[in-house]
């Protein structure tokens, strides 16, 4: 058995996902408006589910409903609707207790374009 | 153009586990290769193209793999192509091969299935890098696993169609069972619901028995041009019908996040090229990759109206009316990503031939088999329908 250890220092571009990315990083819900239908994607659809290519990109409130989680080894999960979007998404929980159904997106600052839902600030004081 | 009929003339499958016998992929691919090329009557220089499925170079460490095998098989000169899509990969490289035969372009063609999903990396490394088999920029780079996307998925399946922690037990024990009596088989228990209840829990509603394991392996068929077949086998399985589709990457941009819309897009397809239903087939061969994905798959093939009531009903059980996952399925037997697909699709012709594992070939043979294989959450489907030879059984 040979054992080998491989390093990979990897320079990826979001291409026309760069907006949505930095938004992450900023703590931003940006998402992408169809110019034909007006449906709302978050994360954003490059091409609308009724065909139109052209979209125009728009912070939602960062606020979502948890329709689904998921808790384990693996960390916590959910299936999330974002307030504002037409689609769901799938991504982390971060601090949620399981009572809570709903919160708010965190930035993920300069490291990967994390996607993840934390307490809302209010219902954490209040 | 003139469709051709295609056989499954040869078929094997090395054991799937761990291997800790200093064996490597070249060493399996070779001895499935050579087994399926054995009970095909053929010679290598029959061979026209060979077709290689093999999920990721990261496993392996060799990109350009089907080149490679093409020397290491003794088959220098053929045409060579590999085949890639995700956890369907095997049964893409299926459709591909059969395809070439339809279109008149191969008489003979070898698909091999690899993959070292086991011992070449640590399981947290293959986590990591499956997580990047979903959108990357999405959900890989926000470390959703495998594990926790399949999980939502069935919890949406759940509250929409039905399905219970009993339901997820029931199939875990019957896969695990039949994998019982497969020697080639990676997990063969005997667990407990408790067993199942007492382990890890990794993304809610899966505990660890409820998950497929990372396994290394090989398999093999030989396709042959139905009007080409060597004397001695007419008793080979012939394909019916094929079929693929894909459904949105992202899961929460479905319309039903629970149902695998892909897969019942691909059924269509496969059923309307055989001139068959879902209710004729008698075998399948499913993607479970975790016990509740079964249960989706069940649902999205049309091979139930009633997914957990059939399940109680012993409907899929070895003696029942559609036999699920006699080999054990991933579950049970293993899960070398490549050799999945190919892996499925040997099972069933060899199922339909009558020349599968004694203790787990049916006495009465079904006219159809199902070899079901996906990608991703269901992003990416793919399908074949066998038909029994009329000669067979
Ligand atoms: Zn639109």
């Given at each position: 058995m040979i054992s080998h250890h491989l390093g990979l220092d990897y320079a990826l571009n979001p291409g026309w996902m760069a907006p949505y990315v930095a938004g992450l990083s900023a703590g931003k819900a940006r998402a992408r408006r169809c110019q034909s239908c007006a449906a709302t994607s978050f994360p954003p659809?490059?091409?609308?589910?009724?065909?139109?290519l052209e979209g125009d990109w728009t912070d939602l409130p960062g606020t979502a409903q948890v329709l689904f989680r998921t808790t384990g080894l693996d960390g916590d999960f959910g299936l999330v609707h974002f307030d504002g979007a037409n689609t769901k998404t799938t991504l982390r929980l971060q601090?949620?207790?399981?009572?809570?159904?709903r919160g708010i997106i965190a930035a993920s600052g300069d490291n990967l374009p994390v996607l993840r839902l934390t307490a809302l600030a209010e219902e954490r004081d209040g | 153009m003139q469709v051709r009929d295609v056989t499954v003339t040869g078929a094997a499958l090395t054991p799937f586990n761990r291997r800790?016998?200093?064996?490597g992929f070249r060493d399996w691919a070779l001895s499935a290769f050579e087994m399926a090329l054995e009970r095909s009557g053929l010679e290598h220089s029959d061979i026209d193209a060979l077709y290689v499925a093999s999920e990721?170079?990261?496993?392996?460490?060799?990109?350009?793999?089907a080149s490679v095998l093409a020397t290491e098989l003794g088959l220098t000169g053929v045409a060579a192509t590999r085949c890639e899509g995700g956890g369907a990969s095997g049964q893409v490289a299926v459709h591909t091969a059969a395809r070439a035969i339809q279109a008149g372009a191969a008489k003979h063609v070898a698909v091999i299935g690899i993959d070292p999903s086991a011992s070449s990396l640590s399981g947290d490394a293959v986590r990591t890098l499956y997580g990047f088999s979903f959108d990357a920029w999405t959900d890989g780079m926000t470390g959703l696993t495998s594990t926790a996307l399949y999980a939502l998925s069935f919890q949406a399946f759940a509250a929409e169609h039905g399905g219970t922690e009993a339901d997820l037990a029931s199939v875990t024990l019957q896969n695990r069972s039949n994998a019982?009596?497969?020697?080639?088989?990676h997990l063969p228990r005997r667990d407990s619901p408790q067993d199942i209840a007492d382990s890890p829990a990794i993304a809610s509603p899966y505990r660890r028995l409820h998950c497929s394991p990372l396994s290394d392996g090989a398999a093999a068929i030989i396709l042959s041009r139905t009007d080409a077949t060597p004397r001695g086998r007419a008793g080979a399985a012939r394909i019916a019908g094929m079929g693929a589709a894909t459904d949105h990457m992202h899961l929460g941009a479905r319309a039903d996040p629970g149902f695998f819309t892909a897969k019942q897009m691909a059924m269509q397809r496969a059923c309307a090229e055989a001139g068959a239903t879902p209710a004729e087939i008698g075998l399948a061969e499913l993607y479970d990759a975790y016990a509740g994905t079964q249960l989706q798959a069940i649902a999205a093939l049309g091979l139930s109206e009633d997914v957990s009531r059939d399940l109680n009903d012993g409907?899929?059980?070895?003696?029942?009316?559609c036999a699920i996952n006699l080999s054990g399925g991933l579950m049970g037997q293993g899960a070398p990503v490549g050799a999945t697909g190919v892996g499925q699709t040997a099972t069933c012709a060899l199922l339909l031939e009558g020349r599968y594992h004694p203790a787990l070939q049916p006495d009465t043979l079904p006219r159809y088999a199902l070899a079901d294989t996906h990608g991703g959450v269901c992003t990416l489907s793919a399908v074949t329908i066998l038909e029994r030879a009329e000669r067979a059984a």
């Open positions: 659809l490059r091409v609308c589910t009724c065909g139109c601090a949620i207790p399981a009572t809570e159904t | 800790k016998d200093g064996t990721s170079d990261f496993f392996h460490l060799q990109l350009n793999p019982c009596h497969n020697p080639g088989a409907v899929f059980a070895p003696a029942g009316r």
